[in-house]
């Protein structure tokens, strides 16, 4: 098994009868979440970040990998949640949006509600197209990283994209287009307006597609791409909180309530 980058760790908290799963993006990793599950577990709640197949080593390692490894892996984190929480929430950032909603439209009431940053739901025309040729004429092609507005951000990621991956997320995209009328939960969606990597037509495609009634779209006006590092991230992750609070999964204080209080007493 190929060694992670530092910082490219899974990340994983025990906490209250509320969970919270978190998926990365494309060629990324749990560093570009890891302040926000660390912010929700810090009010209690119970946290999975895992760590995608084929990311968070080398580039070469993802081209081994395909759409339906990465979505088995937050598929298997969040049965595991709902047999150890009475709630969960699936929440993501670019692909890892699309991950969460197809996790919401297949498991139906097992999801109490979906956050996503920036969802990616398809490449940009050009790119799409370019796709399936590409991967018989080249092994990989530049990546996009590090798209942060703020001073000294940095994404842990891939300077390269594997054009076999590359393909396999095309078909990804077009699945989970497929799948988005099956998602019925409350769902909350903040986008950038600047972003460098997914088109605003990205939301577009969710919101009107999801079958959610309960749906709030918010803007971030000062951050890029990966926005949980950016200048918005304090209030995505506030944001976020009270959306789970506002749908029963926080005690009255704001934490995760009497019931964790009492696991942390007996500790």
């Known amino acids: 098994m190929p060694p992670l980058l530092a910082g490219a760790e899974p990340y994983h908290h025990d906490g209250s009868s509320t969970g919270v799963l978190l998926c990365h993006g494309f060629t990324g990793s749990p560093q570009s979440l890891r302040p926000w599950a660390e912010y929700l577990a810090g009010h209690g709640l119970t946290v999975a970040l895992p760590l995608l197949p084929g990311h968070g080593s080398r580039w070469e390692d993802m081209a081994l990998t395909s759409w339906e490894d990465w979505y088995a892996t937050v598929d298997r984190e969040l049965r595991l949640l709902t047999e150890r929480c009475e709630r969960v929430f699936v929440f993501g950032l670019s692909m ?18 979906v956050v996503v940053v920036n969802p990616a739901t398809a490449f940009p025309r050009l790119t799409g197209y370019a796709v399936p040729f590409a991967r018989f004429l080249t092994r990989s092609v530049r990546g996009i990283t590090d798209d942060i507005a703020k001073g000294g ?22 699945v989970l287009r497929a799948d988005l009328p099956k998602v019925t939960q409350p769902l909350l969606l903040l986008r950038s307006r600047t972003d460098h990597v997914v088109p605003a037509s990205a939301a577009a495609s969710v919101l009107g597609r999801v079958s959610s009634t309960d749906v709030t779209e918010s803007i971030l006006e000062r951050s890029y791409h990966v926005a949980t590092l950016d200048h918005d991230a304090e209030r995505i992750f506030a944001d976020s909180l009270g959306f789970i609070e506002r749908l029963g999964g926080l005690g009255r204080d704001g934490a995760a309530g009497e019931e964790q209080r009492m696991t942390s007493d007996r500790a």
């Open 96 to 113: 890892g949006g699309g991950l969460a909603l197809r996790l919401a439209a297949h498991h139906g009431d097992a999801v109490r509600g």
């Open 153 to 174: 951000g940095r994404e842990l990621g891939y300077g390269r994209v594997p054009t076999r991956a590359a393909y396999a997320l095309r078909d990804f995209y077009r």
